[in-house]
């Protein structure tokens, strides 16, 4: 049994490679937790981010910053009232944020971050990541139809349409990323995401600088089809809450609303993932051929450490910078003990050989984080498309591009 | 449950489609409670997908009846009541009925007091330009200028209220002039505020003006002509949007605008961007005009003279001021007694509201809302 447990750790490949089911189990365990964390603490950041974009404060009450915010949110939406609306379709709106929520979470089994930390490396692991992501637009449309209502039903069609049509520019991109991999002594490309990763480990170059510009087009091409893919600003039609109130799921509310909104945001790390597997070299730290040597490889195996000191340190600063009143005497010393906690995490990241083994997952993070980021700025800057326009990018715009860019390649590596 | 298609007058839904498609039109209600309907409009849609073929505007659920309370009050007592029509700028609603009352009187408010009006007025008009700046954006999905110009407006609110001591609804102006001299640093608090709007101004254009997703959705939406404004008596920026050239400010100069030296802003093609310009254009020459007038306001009394007990001769009175948002009228009748016989309001907002239907007709949901948040309107003015 024990030797079942350790064997996993030096077979230096993934839990569904090595076939160890309960190594796979834990994956999925902690992967599902730490996309649990990863939009709790989207949800606080994107306030505070928004917020201060916005010359505003953002949530400060609950906790210091803020920081028990999405916890009281998600208590307050767990407790609820459990609201059917009574001329729903009751199965079909029961199972509509069901179908939403595990599609956006099933995508995760084949995200790599790092070269053993995924569940499991299919060999197909890019289309099974486009195709489960795009069943989710099932759920949308159910969603909208079951609540019979004319807001949601416009929220879904309109929803459907996007996804349907903005797809298929980013299947074009993604197609002429896996044409690059292909461009080794034996000719042939792989599908499975740790296998792109590793090609653009063994061609000493990220995607999105292959074949200047034509990967970044490319790649700008995904990173706009996945904005609309994903339903965010500005393509955040299907819920234009100042044209369709809520969009597809204005008739829900409490625990089922929390699910569409877990799935919009496990949805968003998804399509980053994508696009940081396929473009930004996934788990690779920047620079490996420019800043190369062993010197280098220990001064970026610290940076997840430092990171998360210098976390620690804005924590420690806000404490000595809270008011010096009773009142906020609690509130201080959270601040002080979350602030201890990143600096534990920080001093847990220093010991060498977790270092090693964190860094992969560090790196992969920290790109979707970038990734994240951006979304929160493109809501904070962008209006909304129309319809007509929003169809008209994808269609005239973003496919042509992406069908270009797909040919070019193909010649480019031909020659 | 009600059949909401019965409360049609003109929207009948058509046939449904007899091809294999099966389509037929659909009625959907906008409102009251709808957030981007700036306030409790209800518009009835009649759409073909998300092409609207048809709208109808339904009004009265913020209706007070303003305008049969007046019968009721005398000439002073009815004056803080016009603040609460158009909520976003009370100072502009108090001058216009100040204005119309002294008219019936015949008295003159003297030229401090006329400096003060403008001062504040312009103030008020840079506030109203601004709520309605960031609230249009929002509407089109751009929730930042919002914030920006929230901000920005606090200051001119913080300006009434040391002036007045009130915020939103001011009652800043009295029949004959103003009651209020004006307070200590006043005059540096406005120049203060100049130095700190005019990069602001910049600021919300920057984000604006040249954005793509913003030009898009704005240009050739919800274009009116300029017969077309003429015909619907739609006036302010929307009629000047259009390209004609017409300001009660320069027309008919009240209070003492002809004193000063700013421009009208015109657009050319009457759609949303041009609007928008125009709007931001307007913003500028506001400012122009406090510039000016904050730099000689003469010494003198604030008052006129005006009887203890308000009792116009019999007559009647039209008198009509530049609002923020077009041309707001007062009609004032008098039959010799201390209240008015008749009080009969021109808001700019109802009457821009009638052009809804024909700015939208033939295009998208979206611009639905894009058009009521450029025709500018507050219900409270609208219902009255």
């Known amino acids: 049994m024990l030797n079942y447990i350790t064997s996993y750790l030096s077979s230096k490949s993934t839990p569904g490679q090595a076939g160890n089911m309960l190594w796979a189990f834990i994956y999925i365990l902690l992967i599902f937790g730490g996309l649990s964390v990863a939009v709790i603490a989207m949800n606080w950041l994107e306030r505070k981010i928004l917020a201060h974009m916005q010359v505003r404060l953002g949530p400060m009450r609950v906790g210091p910053h803020g ?47 790092g070269p053993t930390h995924a569940v499991t490396d299919m060999n197909i692991g890019i289309l099974f990541m486009l195709g489960v992501s795009s069943l989710s637009v099932l759920g949308v449309v159910m969603a909208g139809w079951a609540s019979n209502s004319h807001y949601p039903l416009m929220g879904a069609l309109r929803s459907s349409a996007q996804m349907v049509s903005y797809e298929i520019a980013m299947g074009l991109a993604v197609v002429s990323a896996i044409l690059m991999t292909s461009l ?42 996945m904005v609309a893919e994903t339903n ?58 420019w800043l190369s040597g062993d010197t280098w490889d220990f001064v970026f195996s610290l940076v997840p450490g430092v990171t998360f000191l210098f976390l620690a340190v804005l924590c420690f600063r806000s404490t000595v910078r809270m008011p010096k009143h ?19 995490i920080a001093i847990a990241l220093f010991i060498p050989s977790v270092r090693d083994r964190i860094q992969d997952i560090y790196w992969f993070s920290a790109k979707v984080a970038g990734f994240m980021y951006l979304y929160i700025w493109y809501r904070g800057t962008f209006p909304r498309y129309r319809f007509d326009q929003l169809m008209k990018v994808g269609w005239k715009v973003l496919l042509p591009t992406g069908l270009g860019v797909l040919v070019l390649t193909a010649v480019w590596g031909v020659f | 449950m009600p059949d909401t298609t019965k409360y049609l007058s003109h929207l009948e839904l058509g046939e449904p489609d007899q091809t294999f498609l099966d389509t037929n039109e659909l009625i959907i209600n906008m409102g009251p409670q709808h957030p981007a309907t700036h306030g409790v409009l209800r518009v009835i849609l009649k759409l073909d997908g998300e092409k609207v073929l048809g709208t109808e505007c339904v009004i009265g659920y913020l209706h007070r009846g303003v305008e049969k309370i007046a019968e009721n009050r005398t000439y002073a007592m009815f004056n803080p009541y016009v603040d609460r029509m158009d909520y976003v700028a009370a100072v502009s609603n108090g001058l216009g009925y100040c204005e119309a009352v002294e008219k019936l009187l015949n008295i003159q408010a003297p030229p401090r007091a006329n400096y003060i009006r403008v001062i504040l007025t312009e103030l008020n008009r840079l506030a109203s330009h601004m709520l309605w700046l960031g609230t249009h954006a929002l509407d089109i999905g751009a929730i930042t200028p919002l914030f920006y110009t929230f901000r920005d407006r606090e200051e001119i609110l913080k300006i009434f209220e040391k002036y007045c001591g009130a915020r939103l609804t001011t009652h800043a102006f009295r029949i004959g002039g103003c009651l209020y001299e004006t307070y200590e640093g006043f005059e540096q608090d406005v120049t203060k505020f100049l130095k700190f709007v005019t990069p602001k101004i910049g600021e919300y254009e920057e984000l604006l003006t040249t954005n793509r997703i913003w030009v898009e959705r704005t240009r050739g939406v919800g274009a009116i002509s300029a017969k077309d404004c003429i015909a619907l008596g739609v006036t302010g920026p929307v009629l000047r949007a259009s390209g004609v050239k017409w300001d009660l400010r320069k027309a008919q100069p009240y209070a003492n605008y002809a004193e000063f030296d700013f421009e009208i802003p015109t657009g050319k093609h009457g759609d949303t961007y041009d609007r928008y310009m125009v709007r931001m254009q307007e913003m500028r020459q506001s400012l122009r005009i406090i510039e000016q007038a904050v730099g000689k306001i003469p010494e003198g009394p604030i008052m006129a003279k005006v009887p203890k007990v308000i009792k116009p ?42 052009a809804l239907d024909l700015m939208v007709r033939g295009q998208l949901v979206a611009d639905v809302i894009a058009v009521i948040g450029t025709l500018d309107i507050v219900l409270g003015e609208v219902d009255r």
């Open chain 2, 313 to 354: 001769a019999v007559g009647e009175i039209y008198h009509s001021i530049e609002a923020p948002k077009g041309e707001l009228g007062y009609f004032i009748v008098s039959d010799g007694s201390t209240q008015p016989y008749r009080v009969r309001v021109r808001p700019p907002s109802f009457v821009n509201l009638q």
């Open chain 1, 184 to 225: 080794n002594s034996t000719g042939t490309g792989t599908l499975s995401m740790i296998g792109i990763v590793q090609a653009q480990q063994a061609q000493h170059t990220w995607f999105v600088f292959k074949f200047f510009p034509l990967g970044l087009i490319a790649f700008v091409v995904f990173a706009i089809a």
């Open chain 1, 232 to 289: 965010r600003a500005p393509f955040d039609l299907p819920e234009a809450e100042s044209e369709l109130t809520a969009g597809f799921h204005t008739e829900y509310s409490g625990f089922r609303w929390s699910l569409f909104f877990l799935a919009e945001y496990s949805a968003m790390i998804a399509v980053s993932s994508i696009a940081v597997t396929l473009w930004l070299g996934g788990w690779l730290r920047p620079f490996p051929t």
């Open chain 1, 326 to 344: 009773p009142y906020f005497r609690v509130q201080t010393m959270g601040l002080a003990a979350f602030g201890g906690l990143l600096a534990l």
């Open chain 1, 67 to 113: 920081l028990l915010q999405p916890i009281a949110d998600a208590i307050k939406l767990l407790i609820k009232e459990d609201i059917m609306p009574a001329e729903a379709d009751k199965f079909v709106f029961w199972v509509a944020p069901l179908i939403v929520v595990i599609t956006a979470f099933v995508v995760f089994i084949v995200v790599p971050f």
